[in-house]
């Protein structure tokens, strides 16, 4: 059964800094890629950034890029997202997903678009 186990939110000073660490079982996912959304109370889900499998092309949203930086680790089947300078406007719930398409460099931007979730951690940034 594949498990994915987001932790590291929490609450935070805007400015200060938090990484989020999601930790697979039950499955390897060095070959795939994964992401980072979030969801805030009243809105979508949104990509906030994604890693191919071999880390080698990374996307970012707007609003977080020079900020947050995603990262993986396949020898031990995790995804990160170090997070600075933080506003209260990324305050929401953090999800980690993946998609499972063998080692695509494609670009999967919307959460249909994954396959397999964690349960999500959250973030609050209070200003």
């Known amino acids: 059964q594949v498990q994915l186990v987001e932790s590291g939110g929490g609450l935070v000073q805007a400015g200060g800094s938090l990484r989020l660490s999601c930790a697979a079982s039950?499955?390897?996912?060095?070959?795939?890629?994964m992401g980072w959304f979030r969801q805030a109370p009243g809105k979508e889900r949104e990509l906030v950034a994604v890693?191919?499998?071999?880390?080698?092309?990374?996307y970012y949203t707007d609003s977080v890029k020079g900020r947050f930086t995603i990262s993986r680790d396949n020898a031990k089947n995790t995804v990160s997202l170090q997070m600075n300078s933080l506003k209260p406007e990324d305050t929401a719930v953090y999800y980690c997903?993946?998609?499972?398409?063998?080692?695509?460099?494609?670009?999967?931007?919307?959460?249909?678009?994954?396959?397999?979730w964690g349960q999500g951690t959250q973030v609050t940034v209070s200003s």
């Open positions: 039950g499955r390897t996912f060095s070959n795939y890629a």
């Open positions: 997903a993946v998609r499972d398409t063998y080692r695509s460099t494609s670009y999967y931007d919307s959460a249909p678009k994954y396959d397999y």
């Open positions: 890693i191919s499998w071999n880390g080698g092309l990374r």
